[in-house]
């Protein structure tokens, strides 16, 4: 048994340069290990909440109310456990917490602290990461290799696609086939947008941020770069949308600024099917507001073995949430985030909810990541369907990629082909 000796923290930036919590753990056999909080610009209702002072934002002074947390309310909690002991240690970090969302002592700190402590536990048994997650997952753990999918596109702030993520599926599995199709599709986009006039320049999430002036237009300009490298629609690709759909919902219908005018959850409906008939679209995330079940479940049902209805802020990453929705036909597909519910085994519980459903389950990155590749551990230990890091670009989103393809390299066509 190795034991935890000593937990800190310190302030960092995230890739957006917003100030996050960083949690490190010293364990017995001199292991020393640090995490730090990704952070989401679209955040659901239902997600871990970010303790932080945001009046002090964007200095690193704004993290001082996590560094605190750490200090006072966690590290008294896990010193002398045993770092191996992954549920054990969420159990009580829940515990120290007491409610819900995470709202004492910070989601983001809870984040940190299960990510880095489950780093120590990898080191300490001598496993790969994503073993030691396999391991501590409340099933045997499905662990395979998920797909890669790419951001290739996302609206522009200002723009009328602005929070829209246009997604490129790649159909082939092996990790290395289907990140050259992502880093071939992401120049050939760039060449049609520049040859169309348009200025060309990096999203924050690894993507070319468009202003297209529409979900159509930019669509066909990515199926038109894709056809461009000798790929063919619904053969070789699949297109997918996140419409982050709590964001637009108002009153009046949502509101889209894509839209001419606001639509009920009926007309969008309709919308959305005649993309699918248009487009080889087989992914929607986030297509209406969580409280909008009705509409959930008439895509769904509209859409079985079509294209998947994936639930983001629908689930917030609760395996509870995932269960009930599911159960209920509001989704076919989910999507995890660990900050998103606050602890590592939480999020492997989820995974396992995903699993015993038999829906996609799609392990994502936040819009505000940092420089670990741990989700791709996650993704690989829950059996995740897809690995949902941004687009091929900027090293907070390759790192990610890059570590699938070392993964790749311990697995054998018994051990982790899909299918
Ligand atoms: P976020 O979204 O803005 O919530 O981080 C990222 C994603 O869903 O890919
Ligand atoms: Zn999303």
Partial sequence: MRLIREVGARAVFDSNGIPAIEVEIVADGGIRVAESAPRGSTTGEFEAYVLEDATALPTLAAVAPALTSVLDLVRPAL??????????????????DGGAYFRRIGGNVAVATSMAVAQAGALASGRALYRHLAESGSGPGPVRLPVPMFNIADGAVGSNTVYTE???LPTATEPAVALDQGVRVRAALAARLTGKGHRCSDSTQGGWSVDLGGCEATMELIVAAAEDCGLVGGQDFHLGLDLS??????PAGYAFPWLEEPLSAADLTRRYLDWVDRYPLTFLEDAFEPADEAAW???????VNRAAVVGDDLFASDAERIDRGVRAGLADGALIKPNQVGTVTQALDALDAGARHGITTVVSQRSGETASAFITHLAVAGGA????AGGPARMDRIAKFNELLRIAEEFTPADGSHG
């Fill in 79 to 96: 010193i002398g456990r045993d770092v191996c002991d992954q549920r054990a240690v969420d159990t009580a970090l829940r515990e120290v």
């Fill in 166 to 168: 246009f997604l490129l």
């Fill in 245 to 250: 759909g709590a964001e637009f919902a108002t």
């Fill in 297 to 303: 479940h008439g895509l769904r049902a509209r859409l």
């Fill in 385 to 388: 369907t897809w690995l949902k």
